[in-house]
């Protein structure tokens, strides 16, 4: 007989079928009539299964007094209409074969809700909980919804390398590789001599795929990347990680408006997937996690994202009554708080804000005449602020070497970027989108901590 999931059972299974059921026992319950109820899960959905097994089935008597809260078990069974509400089919167990135990006085996950703080602790057990196990299952549907988006678009999906010796953003926080002995370095205190480290110079781990996928953005055509990135930000908020996962698509002959369609419609269509294939996950987390969460995304789904320039947001800003934590002045970066009051108090709806100054941003992004901005654009979202950060760029030579030089630069370091402006250059653009800030916008969690798998942050490496 085949294994069934639970979440097919339930969906589509009918009385009268015979099942195979493997999962984790959430709760037990014995009854006076010498029968259990047990309520499991493996997994595949919200909902729990309800098994009803009698003391006759087979394994009972031997098995029935470990099966606690976390055990797993194989049950076979035939399936009933269930007399109870809130389900429409229940499984009358015939046999039960325990497979694993779990130590009812050391367990740690209980009937008893849990905070966040706590489950992060114990990350190799919150997946079996209900909110993260509804993470996960939103996360990959996520996952599976870009691929489709680019794939079905003409998009080539390229892997840029995770260890680079380029750093995309200038800033520096970026975690170093190396095979050196750095004990016996700090014993000599010599000057690093990174000729006789494995790759010959300094490498880290990437902060981004951008610069290698405009390779092949100018050889074969519309591509994208989606892997793990990495920033070393000392910084220990709700919104950082320090690993991380990024899409970044990158497009040739596309100019900034062009972009600025695709990174809206990527958005929806990705949202618009999670909302028709994950609706029990959805209902669970606007009733738990934000009671406005389906209200916010089909607010995203309905309207067009709002064009507004950088210059125009910022005399909004400062015109308004709201009182910011973070003064704002033309020529700083917006924070988190101008984000949303943008998007939530202002325009009530999503919006793509264009033409940054240059001196804010990375020496890769397009000049414009005026001299002191750049073809950027992000596209900000109510409750999250900035979701996507793009631009289109930079591709005539003579321009970019200064811009390099402006960024205190070398373009030596940066050769085959350069050369690229030299055979056959084009306008083109691209984007980044960090993918737990969007499963953080469509769960509705708060922190970005609960949206990975593991977690990554100053100090906390474990797993």
Known sequence: MTRIRIANILKDGKPGEEVLISGWVRTRRDSKNAFSFIELNDGSCMSNIQVVIDNDAEGYSEHIKDVTTGASVTIKGELKESPGK?????????????????????????????????LREIAHLRPRTNTFGAIARVR????????????????????????????????????????????????????????????????????????????????????????????AEKSNTTRHLSEFWMVEPEMPFYELEDNMELAESFIKSVIGKVLEDCKEDMEFFNLRIDKTLL????????????????????????????????????????????????????????????????TIKPFYMRCNDDGKTVRAMDVLVPRIGEIIGGSQREERLDVLLDRMKECDLDPEEYWWYVDLRRYGSVPHSGFGLGLERLVQLVTGMTNIRDCIPFTRTPKNADF
């Open 295 to 358: 209200e916010t995304l089909q607010n995203i789904m309905e309207n067009e994202f709002k064009r507004v320039s950088y210059t125009e947001a910022i005399q909004l800003l400062k015109d308004c009554d709201q009182k910011f934590e973070y003064p704002i002045e033309w020529g700083t970066d917006l924070q988190s708080e101008h984000e949303r009051y943008l998007t939530e108090t202002h325009f009530k709806q999503p919006v793509i804000l264009y033409d940054y100054p240059r």
């Open 86 to 118: 809130g389900q429409r089919v229940e499984v009358q167990g015939n046999s039960i074969q325990l497979l694993g135990t779990a130590d009812a006085k050391t367990y740690a996950l209980q009937k008893k809700r849990h905070s966040f703080e706590f």
């Open 140 to 231: 990959n549907t996520i996952c599976f919804a870009i691929h489709q988006f680019f794939q079905e678009q003409g998009f080539i999906s390229v892997q840029t390398p995770i260890i680079t010796t380029s750093d995309c953003e200038g800033a520096g926080e970026m975690f170093q590789v190396t095979t050196l002995n750095l004990n016996r370095l700090a014993e000599r205190k010599t000057e690093v001599d990174y000729e006789q480290d494995f790759f010959g110079k300094r490498a880290s781990l990437t902060v981004s795929g951008q610069l290698e996928a405009e390779i092949f953005a100018t050889s074969v055509g519309k591509c994208y990347t989606f892997g793990p990135t990495f920033r």
